[in-house]
């Protein structure tokens, strides 16, 4: 089954606690992506990578880092946690032209 | 900010045709128009593109004005799993950075 994967789904830190969110996907897509939502803000692009070892940055990048070494996954560092990166978090991928954009199931981060 | 402006809710009741207006008066030439919608808290899902003429798939339809300053996307028959947030963006293509906007929240009632 095509798919984007995410991990954790859940996660409570604490405030400077280094934290990695995998994401995979399986369907050989150049493409991919992370975004945040935040209540009456809406999907707020972090990163995106448009191929291995090619990645820029999207609206709202400060206290992020991404890493796409492989073509299947890009993980979504966070090297100090802060509050207000409290959010929910999407990764996306899709193919070179691919209009479709295949979102994962999200992980919801609060940082106390 | 987003280049579309839309309703922050509508109602349709079940069975019926859900028809959801999107103003993008600043388009450019080279700009597609596609839709995605968001059930509740889970990812966002695709539903339909188009540039300029109106497109149809098995989710939807997509109705672009000759002028391109506005596109309705319809569900022709609408049930309670259509509840969500839809969002209309604009865009050259996929690869640019996608301002999904607040989107339009849709609930379908029984």
């Known amino acids: 089954e095509a798919q984007v994967t995410q991990n954790p789904r859940y996660l409570i830190t604490v405030t400077g606690k280094k934290l990695t969110v995998t994401c995979s996907q399986n369907?050989?897509?150049?493409?991919m992506s992370w975004y945040r939502q935040d209540p009456g803000l809406g999907l707020r692009q972090i990163y995106y990578?448009?191929?291995?070892?090619?990645?820029d940055k999207g609206d709202v990048p400060e206290g992020y880092k991404v890493s796409r070494k492989e073509k299947r996954n890009f993980p979504l560092i966070l090297e100090s946690p802060s509050p207000n990166q409290t959010s929910l978090y999407f990764c996306a991928s899709s193919s070179p032209g691919g209009w479709e954009q295949y979102f994962g199931p999200g992980t919801r981060l609060t940082v106390t | 900010d987003a280049k579309t402006t839309q309703p922050p809710s509508m109602d349709c009741a079940e069975g019926r045709a859900a028809n959801l207006p999107c103003n993008h008066s600043t388009i450019s030439g080279n700009e597609y128009v596609y839709w995605y919608r968001q059930i509740h808290s889970q990812g966002p899902q695709y539903i339909i593109h188009g540039l300029k003429n109106n497109e149809t798939n098995e989710m939807a339809s997509l109705i672009i004005t000759e002028d391109r300053k506005s596109s309705t996307l319809i569900l022709p028959h609408a049930t309670l799993r259509d509840t969500a947030v839809y969002y209309c963006?604009?865009?050259?293509?996929?690869?640019?950075?996608?301002?999904f906007g607040k989107g339009t929240r849709l609930h379908i009632l029984p």
């Open positions: 990578s448009m191929n291995v070892e090619v990645t």
């Open positions: 963006i604009v865009g050259v293509n996929r690869d640019d950075k996608i301002i």
């Open positions: 369907m050989n897509h150049e493409y």
